[in-house]
């Protein structure tokens, strides 16, 4: 039972770098999400995908690039990296959108990422 | 704006002893309101979910509760552990679409 794994755990960027954090899951959900959450802030959705082929922004996209060939997997691209992308960066799933009520998250354990 | 508060920041107890975390929110239209545990280094895990219809939802010695009429939802840990040591945070999803408000969270230390 893998849930949702993410890699790599750390990376240390300089910045203009790009990089691709990757989250894959196997339980077959269609949503799939990214979020970033900064030190005693809440979490923030970068993207969000309700299926394979389908992306659309969340409340913080400036930045970052999404793509989802298929069910499993949802990587998130960072083209030009600043500072300002320090985070530690949580991708999560659910079987249906995150409002319905018979729908929890599940995440996987994050990418803890510094850009100097 | 909508928001979620939650309150203390952080707290310290001794181990056995019970705690109360409070959670208050202005999202609006509200859908439901989520409790999640969140281990250090780890991603969060869902503890409990409840509509604006459920007063109180168990999950072992986690139970929270939901007053949808001032908009305050609270989590109760009865005989804590030094495995409840985490930090709690609150969610609350909008009636529709995919967004979900995060609260900061609430570190607890639970100590021997």
């Known amino acids: 039972n893998a849930g949702v794994t993410q890699t790599p755990k750390f990376r240390i960027l300089k910045i203009g770098q790009s990089m691709t954090l990757q989250c894959t899951q196997d339980m077959n959900h269609n949503y799939m999400y990214w979020y970033r959450q900064d030190p005693g802030m809440g979490l923030k959705l970068i993207y969000y995908s309700v299926g394979a082929g389908i992306t659309d922004k969340g409340e913080v996209p400036n930045g970052y690039n999404v793509s989802r060939s298929t069910t499993e997997d949802f990587p998130l691209r960072l083209e030009l990296a600043a500072p300002s992308q320090t985070s530690v960066y949580f991708c999560?799933?659910?079987?249906?959108?995150?409002?319905?009520?018979?729908?929890?998250?599940?995440f996987g354990n994050g990418t803890r990422l510094t850009v100097t | 704006k909508n928001q979620v508060e939650q309150s203390p920041q952080s707290l310290i107890i001794l181990e056995g002893k019970n705690c109360t975390l409070q959670?208050?929110?202005?999202?609006?239209?509200?859908?439901?309101l989520r409790w999640y545990k969140q281990d250090t280094g780890r991603g969060p895990v869902s503890l409990t979910i409840m509509t604006f219809s459920e007063n109180t939802k168990s999950n072992g010695r986690y139970t929270a509760t939901l007053d949808a009429d001032t908009k305050q939802s609270s989590l109760h840990i009865t005989a804590s552990q030094l495995s409840d040591s985490a930090s709690y945070i609150c969610?609350?999803?909008?009636?529709?679409?995919?967004?979900?408000?995060f609260g900061g969270g609430t570190r607890l230390m639970v100590k021997p």
């Open positions: 969610v609350v999803s909008l009636n529709a679409g995919n967004m979900l408000t």
């Open positions: 959670c208050n929110y202005t999202v609006s239209p509200f859908s439901n």
């Open positions: 999560a799933s659910s079987r249906r959108d995150s409002a319905n009520y018979n729908s929890p998250l599940h």
